[in-house]
């Protein structure tokens, strides 16, 4: 209707998100779900440290930003939804089309750069967090591979490079 349109304006007009009450009913549900479920894993997210904005004078490529779903000492969390039923199967096969590793490789470039007090030389955690968006809202943390995070840094070293030589 013409009055749901003037409010959804109104609300953008503020810089707030307008959302319908069945969507926004549907993802408290979903919310709470997998919070529940993160605690199977003896994990939880802290919304203070959430999408935290990571930016750095890179020693090669120079200045790099990156946006981190959640981190806490040495731990980050990289949220990933899916609609596919989760596994570990497909978990690795959207870890490698999606070249995970190399997300993983930049995030840790950064944080040794700024050093954050985290001390993480190589001792970065870094979880990929699937959480299915339909219920019953599965979740399954992994971690990559050392295979994996070798590629991964390999291939961030060279993307610096040829930033740098452009």
Do not use: H
Request: proline residues 4%; negative net charge; aromatic residues 6%.
């Amino acid at each position: 209707t013409n009055a749901a349109k003037e409010a959804r304006d109104n609300i953008t007009a503020k810089g707030k998100t307008p959302i319908l009450v069945g969507q926004l009913e549907a993802a408290e549900d979903a919310a709470k779900s997998i919070r529940s479920r993160l605690a199977d894993f003896g994990m939880t997210l802290d919304g203070a440290n959430a999408e935290a904005v990571v930016i750095w004078d890179d020693p090669v490529a120079g200045l790099c930003r990156s946006m981190v779903d959640s981190i806490s000492n040495p731990t980050v969390v990289d949220l990933k939804t899916t609609s596919v039923a989760l596994s570990l199967e497909t978990a690795a096969r959207q870890c490698s089309q999606l070249a995970y590793e190399f997300q993983f490789a930049f995030y840790e470039r950064g944080l040794q750069c700024l050093d954050m007090e985290m001390n993480l030389v190589d001792d970065l955690d870094y979880i990929i967090l699937f959480v299915e968006i339909n219920p019953p809202y599965a979740v399954l943390p992994v971690r990559l591979p050392n295979a994996a995070k070798a590629k991964g840094r390999a291939d961030v070293a060279r993307a610096c490079e040829i930033w740098a030589s452009c």
